[in-house]
T-cell receptor, first 117, second 111 residues
Framework: GAVVSQHPSWVICKSGTSVKIECRSLDFQATTMFWYRQFPKQSLMLMATSNEGSKATYEQGVEKDKFLINHASLTLSTLTVTSAHPEDSSFYIC?????????????FGPGTRLTVL | GQQVMQIPQYQHVQEGEDFTTYCNSSTTLSNIQWYKQRPGGHPVFLIQLVKSGEVKKQKRLTFQFGEAKKNSSLHITATQTTDVGTYFCAGRTSGTYKYIFGTGTRLKVLA
């Protein structure tokens, strides 16, 4: 149980295009999901907190118009990297926090590797 | 803002030796979690510590939460090659659900 999927697992795109990444909780509902970015050999940097039915909360320094987050249902959050540039190339990971549980455990997706040419 | 630092950044050990990574937060934490990330993989949850001074064990792994709830440690006894990976702590402050990840410690185990 507690499986989180991400799609696609990897994507290569041209500079200037937009890329959408999906994060799904497969066997539980998640009111809250988190989006992280990880550069090679570095830590996970929290980008934003995604809340079902409301606007995402972005961390300082993260452009909300650049990284559009939509959490339209209790099992799906999407991250759209708009007008991607090579510096946006990174490993994007989502995590989902099960709704209604007392535990703070968050379950991570397998990640999406984005390469912008 | 909240910062979570880990030392050492890298550690190479011979198989069978012990290993410890230390996690220090700039702010008092509500709880702390530990994760392991294998090369090319995603973080896998290991454990959560909540109480001041708490100590938890998982086979060869011992986790400790400091009395002031600002630091934590992970100790691995008699490392094995399967322990290779990067270990992250992640701390949460009260009033928020979000976790801030530490800088990570990359462990290499030499057979």
């Amino acid at each position: 149980g507690a499986v989180v999927s991400q799609h696609p697992s990897w994507v290569i795109c041209k500079s200037g295009t937009s890329v959408k990444i999906e994060c799904r909780s497969l066997d539980f509902q998640a009111t809250t999901m988190f989006w992280y970015r990880q550069f090679p050999k570095q830590s996970l940097m929290l980008m934003a907190t995604s809340n079902e039915g409301s606007k995402a909360t972005y961390e300082q320094g993260v452009e909300k118009d650049k990284f559009l987050i939509n959490h339209a249902s209790l099992t799906l959050s999407t991250l759209t990297v708009t007008s991607a540039h090579p510096e946006d190339s990174s490993f994007y990971i989502c995590s989902a926090r099960p709704s209604g549980r007392s535990t703070d455990t968050q379950y991570f997706g397998p990640g999406t590797r984005l390469t912008v040419l | 803002g909240q910062q979570v630092m880990q030392i050492p950044q890298y550690q190479h050990v011979q198989e069978g030796e012990d290993f410890t990574t230390y996690c220090n937060s700039s702010t008092t934490l509500s709880n702390i979690q530990w994760y392991k990330q294998r090369p090319g993989g995603h973080p896998v949850f290991l454990i959560q510590l909540v109480k001041s001074g708490e100590v938890k064990k998982q086979k060869r792994l011992t986790f400790q939460f400091g009395e002031a709830k600002k630091n934590s440690s992970l100790h691995i006894t008699a490392t094995q090659t399967t322990d290779v990976g990067t270990y992250f702590c992640a701390g949460r402050t009260s009033g928020t659900y979000k976790y801030i990840f530490g800088t990570g410690t990359r462990l290499k185990v030499l057979a």
